[in-house]
């Protein structure tokens, strides 16, 4: 699958993502492959059923954010939106099936879940994805987001390649 990362900063967050893409048993990892768009003022990662992600990253048109109360804009227009974009497709989630988004705008994170469940950790660290235990363990332990993303390729075999990081409000992380 893949390792996903989100880690939110007071004034921001930060993301990292790996880039291999497993089918079946084969590795697939190379400069095309980013887990992480940009879209208008959205930062958009996906983990799981490929076809979701894809979707979401490359023909959504989120709404923009009108300043009012965060979570509640989320869940009012941000995910019916998403919910939308995805009908559209004609593509039906299939009871095996499963994605997982980390979701930032305004300065926030945001976990929308399979169901369009959307959560928000309260300590702040977010891991999706088949290494997002052992990243979210090494970031518990005080690694950045692209540190743990590392330390989750070495004991995930669906996890590789060259490590995507965007920062949002915050220099290091």
């Known amino acids: 699958m893949t390792t996903i990362l989100?880690?939110?900063?007071?004034?921001?967050?930060v993301l990292a993502a790996d880039s291999q893409v497993t089918v079946d048993d084969t590795p697939f990892a190379h400069a095309d492959i980013i887990k992480i768009v940009s879209n208008g003022e959205y930062h958009i990662a996906g983990a799981g059923n490929a076809r979701y992600c894809d979707v979401a990253a490359y023909d959504f048109v989120p709404p923009t954010y009108d300043g009012t109360e965060i979570y509640k804009f989320m869940v009012t227009k941000f995910v019916p939106a998403l919910r939308d974009a995805h009908e559209k497709t004609g593509y039906t989630l299939k009871e095996d099936d499963t994605f997982t988004f980390?979701?930032?705008?305004?300065?926030?994170l945001f976990l929308i879940c399979d169901d369009y469940t959307v959560l928000c950790a309260t300590h702040g660290l977010y891991g999706i994805g088949s290494g997002g235990p052992f990243g979210l363990g090494a970031m518990y332990a005080?690694?950045?987001p692209e540190k743990a993303v590392g330390i989750a390729a070495k004991f995930d075999i669906?996890?590789?390649g060259k490590i995507q990081v965007v920062r949002k409000g915050v220099n290091n992380g």
């Open 6 to 13: 989100g880690k939110q900063y007071k004034k921001g967050y």
């Open 102 to 108: 980390l979701v930032g705008v305004a300065n926030r």
């Open 158 to 160: 669906n996890t590789g």
């Open 142 to 144: 005080g690694m950045t």
